[in-house]
């Protein structure tokens, strides 16, 4: 054969080969199955003395919650929550020293594997009332509320369940209210 024209065909014929093999080896970070690493969620509480320590305010019109990522202290990571007061003229009381909801540590933690949309949350003094007080108008004795996260199954955004608690009881028969995310919630 002729090497003029040999020389070209296995250049041709290399090349080919360093394709294929390049196709086939690692090529570099792919796409992780969601259903492999959850996402990690305390249940998160409020302690009555800080939230009534706003909410008592007759200007006091809910609160807005905001996801929070502390430092990491484990190789999972815990969102949580801070907590603005808002007034009858939006206003935010605590803007400079939210409250920072911590988790309950005898709770165990919510596991989530699907798409999550993160945003802000509120709560209307009118649902934080049907939690605390009784049906007579009567602030209950309670210790804290719990926020239990839950994924809203249309458009999959973070809110939370909140039931007052005890020690570790219910109260209030388990009335229970959730949080509605911001958007599309309305505007006091």
């Given at each position: 054969m002729n090497k003029a024209i040999a020389t070209p065909i296995l250049t041709l014929i290399c090349?080919?080969?360093?394709?294929?093999?390049?196709?086939?080896?690692?090529?570099?970070?792919?796409?992780?199955?969601?259903?492999?690493?959850?996402?990690?969620?305390?249940?998160l509480r409020f302690d009555s003395a800080a939230?009534?320590?706003r909410f008592d305010?007759?200007?006091?019109?809910?609160?807005?919650?905001?996801?929070?990522?502390?430092?990491?202290?484990?190789?999972?990571?815990?969102?949580?929550?801070?907590?603005?007061?808002?007034?009858?003229?939006?206003?935010?009381?605590?803007?400079?020293?939210?409250?920072?909801?911590?988790?309950?540590?005898?709770?165990?933690?919510?596991?989530f594997r699907q798409r999550i949309a993160f945003g802000n949350s509120e709560i209307t003094k009118e649902q934080l009332m049907q939690v605390v007080y009784d049906a007579q108008g009567r602030k209950l004795s309670y210790d804290y509320v719990v926020l239990v996260p839950a994924i809203e199954e249309v458009f999959h955004h973070l809110t939370y369940r909140i039931q007052a608690y005890k020690g570790k009881e219910k109260i209030n028969n388990g009335r229970m209210q959730m949080t509605t995310p911001i958007p599309p919630s309305r505007r006091w």
């Open positions: 090349s080919c080969f360093v394709m294929i093999g390049c196709n086939n080896k690692d090529q570099g970070p792919q796409a992780v199955n969601d259903s492999e690493l959850p996402i990690v969620f305390p249940v939230l009534h320590a305010s007759a200007q006091i019109q809910g609160y807005i919650l905001q996801p929070y990522l502390p430092p990491m202290t484990s190789d999972q990571m815990q969102i949580q929550l801070i907590a603005y007061a808002v007034d009858s003229l939006g206003d935010y009381q605590n803007s400079w020293i939210p409250d920072t909801l911590r988790p309950v540590t005898d709770s165990a933690v919510k596991l």
